[in-house]
């Protein structure tokens, strides 16, 4: 139990202890290739809703609980994604990708139903002052980020909404921060043979994402 608590993502955490052994809708905006594969490792009974630009190819033995949506957020008519129907809704780390990500984090609010969760995240202001690295850790590193957003606004438009908000901070994984000394060797040990440092495992200690965690009322 503690192990996996130590290697799950942390979009999952706030949602593990009430989901984990029962079957609820997921819907996975951003999922990118490995949403499906991580999701199903810690929520087995899930019915997954994949969102991306691109389409990823439903695993054969999951054809009845997993489905992948091809759709461009800015663009596209998102009414494939019915509304009031999803238990939870992750989107980490897409809104910094949308020109106008305030537009789409209303349309997505639409498609969680009454006492769903809801999980945010995103690049904080702090980012913009982190030194650069592989793997980004200054804002500017990863050249698909084209807007950085603002939690007050994000905030405002979830209560906007009827969403409240039960926890809205800088991430800070204990666990994460536990094993920092560990990816601080490694990078010292990537310097000494020429190499930048690789921004893995310190994003909690250098305050690079903001996270929200709600409840549509």
């Given at each position: 139990m503690i192990w996996d608590?130590?290697?799950?993502?942390v979009r999952f955490k706030n949602i593990h202890r009430e989901f984990a052994r029962r079957s609820f809708s997921l819907l996975d905006v951003g999922c990118g290739s490995a949403g499906q594969s991580q999701t199903r490792k810690y929520f087995p009974y899930c019915?997954?809703?994949?969102?991306?630009?691109?389409?990823y190819k439903t695993p054969i033995e999951h054809a009845e609980t997993?489905?992948?949506y091809q759709l461009n957020l800015e663009?596209?008519?998102?009414?494939a994604l019915q509304d009031n129907s999803f238990d939870v809704l992750i989107a980490a780390h897409l809104l910094e990708h949308l020109y106008d990500p305030y537009s789409v984090l209303r349309s997505l609010c639409q498609k969680v139903k009454r006492g769903g969760k809801i999980y945010l995240e995103f690049p904080s202001l702090k980012s913009m002052g982190l030194p650069?690295?592989?793997?980004?850790?200054?804002f500017c590193d990863d050249p698909t980020h084209i807007h950085l957003p603002d939690p007050n606004r994000v905030i405002n438009i979830l209560l906007s909404e009827g969403i409240a908000i039960r926890k809205a901070a800088?991430?800070?994984?204990l666990f994460r921060l536990f094993a920092t000394p560990l990816f601080l060797v490694k990078n010292l040990a990537r310097k000494m043979v020429g190499k930048k440092s690789h921004s893995r495992g310190l994003w909690d200690l250098k305050g690079f994402a903001y996270s929200i965690y709600a409840e549509k009322r």
């Amino acid at each position: 139990m503690i192990w996996d608590l130590w290697v799950m993502p942390v979009r999952f955490k706030n949602i593990h202890r009430e989901f984990a052994r029962r079957s609820f809708s997921l819907l996975d905006v951003g999922c990118g290739s490995a949403g499906q594969s991580q999701t199903r490792k810690y929520f087995p009974y899930c019915q997954y809703h994949g969102v991306d630009l691109e389409l990823y190819k439903t695993p054969i033995e999951h054809a009845e609980t997993c489905h992948f949506y091809q759709l461009n957020l800015e663009k596209d008519d998102l009414s494939a994604l019915q509304d009031n129907s999803f238990d939870v809704l992750i989107a980490a780390h897409l809104l910094e990708h949308l020109y106008d990500p305030y537009s789409v984090l209303r349309s997505l609010c639409q498609k969680v139903k009454r006492g769903g969760k809801i999980y945010l995240e995103f690049p904080s202001l702090k980012s913009m002052g982190l030194p650069s690295m592989d793997g980004t850790m200054q804002f500017c590193d990863d050249p698909t980020h084209i807007h950085l957003p603002d939690p007050n606004r994000v905030i405002n438009i979830l209560l906007s909404e009827g969403i409240a908000i039960r926890k809205a901070a800088i991430r800070r994984d204990l666990f994460r921060l536990f094993a920092t000394p560990l990816f601080l060797v490694k990078n010292l040990a990537r310097k000494m043979v020429g190499k930048k440092s690789h921004s893995r495992g310190l994003w909690d200690l250098k305050g690079f994402a903001y996270s929200i965690y709600a409840e549509k009322r």
